[in-house]
Nanobody, 121 residues
Framework: QVQLVESGGGLVQAGGSLRLSCAASGSIFSINGMGWYRQAPGKQRELVAGITSRGSRNYADSVKGRFTISRDNAKNTVYLQMNSLKAEDTADYYC???????????????WGQGTQVTVSS
């Protein structure tokens, strides 16, 4: 089994910063892409940022220049540094990883439980 555990959410004022972390554990052989998604009340889940195993990054237009995704492959951990936060960044943030489990035949997607980010204006 594979678990993704997120941390770092909370309440912050507009203009402030937060850093999210997501650690993957379990029977992991390798991890391909990792990413962060978010879902605001009444809206669909959307990709915020993604990073490949080689470090290539992509971002939603709404967070470019403010958020930075990074990963530590040795720790199977992905981070999201969020700066200049805005009220519209308020959402539940979910970590995603494409994992090749030991003994399996291919990659599968796994999700964390979510961490809440609230930005007060």
């Amino acid at each position: 089994q594979v678990q993704l555990v997120e941390s770092g959410g909370g309440l912050v004022q507009a203009g402030g910063s937060l850093r999210l972390s997501c650690a993957a554990s379990g029977s992991i052989f390798s991890i391909n892409g990792m990413g962060w998604y978010r879902q605001a009340p009444g809206k669909q889940r959307e990709l915020v940022a993604g990073i490949t195993s080689r470090g290539s990054r992509n971002y939603a237009d709404s967070v470019k220049g403010r958020f930075t995704i990074s990963r530590d492959n040795a720790k199977n951990t992905v981070y999201l540094q969020m700066n200049s936060l805005k009220a519209e960044d308020t959402a539940d943030y979910y970590c995603n990883a494409r994992v090749f489990r030991s003994g399996s035949s291919g990659y599968s997607d796994y999700w964390g439980q979510g961490t809440q980010v609230t930005v007060s204006s």
